[in-house]
């Protein structure tokens, strides 16, 4: 039972673009979104959060949006740079039994010149 | 502040041996997770410890095994080691609070041969 779900397995974009990043979620108690960003052989690495009583977080360069009804997450990469190639998580949690962590099957975002 | 410590970095072991795997995690953090990574697969919740107790359990297997110490160090430990068990396991610390964000180590990669 895959509770968050990342569909795209990869992405391609051109450099200075814009690089955007879906994630879907099934358990209504998930109510904190996470993106990581993960180099082969290494630890995830946390990027941005957002909490359910907001609809957007923004940090530099990377914005999450939340759409709560659809169950619904996106990562904004603006502008997009070579150094963003990677694979991309995303994760939730909530409360009681949806506390731990849960994570999407990863999406291979790559950044051409 | 130092991060989450994984040691070993890499290990090989044989079918049927047993393995135990460190972290450390960020001092003042008394959340543990164990994940696995294998090829293809996203992170795969294994178990949560808080303050030395059980908080969460993920669907692995009972050969998979954990502990928490009172200094919040924690260890994983694999039984009759299989094949299949070759993957990179990785470790995050949470300070405790729910909803927060987690920090990852660098892995274990264990290769069963």
């Known amino acids: 039972d895959q509770q968050v779900k990342q569909n795209s397995p990869s992405l391609s974009v051109q450099e200075g673009r814009i690089s955007i990043l879906n994630c879907d979620y099934t358990?209504?108690?998930?109510?904190?979104f996470l993106w990581y960003k993960k180099y082969p052989a290494e630890g995830p690495t946390f990027l941005i959060s957002i909490s359910s009583i907001k609809d957007k977080n923004e940090d530099g360069r990377f914005t999450v949006f939340l759409n709560k009804s659809a169950k619904h997450l996106s990562l904004h990469i603006v502008p997009s740079q070579p150094g963003d190639s990677a694979v991309y998580f995303c994760a939730a949690s909530g409360r009681g039994t949806a506390s731990k962590l849960t994570f999407g099957t990863g999406t291979r975002l790559q950044v051409t010149l | 502040k130092a991060g989450v410590t994984q040691t070993p970095r890499y290990l090989i072991k044989t079918r049927g041996q047993q393995v135990t795997l460190s972290c450390s995690p960020i001092s003042g953090h008394r959340s543990v997770s164990w994940y696995q990574q294998t090829p293809g697969q996203g992170l795969q919740f294994l178990f949560e410890?808080?303050?030395?107790?059980?908080?969460n359990k993920g669907n692995f297997p009972g050969r998979f095994s954990g502990r928490q110490f009172s200094n919040s160090r924690s260890e994983m430990n694999v039984s009759t080691l299989e094949l299949g068990d070759s993957a990179l396991y990785l470790c995050a610390s949470r300070a405790g609070s729910l909803n927060t964000e987690a920090f990852f180590g660098q892995g274990t990669r264990l290769t069963v041969v």
């Open positions: 358990n209504s108690m998930f109510d904190y």
């Open positions: 410890y808080f303050s030395e107790t059980q908080r």
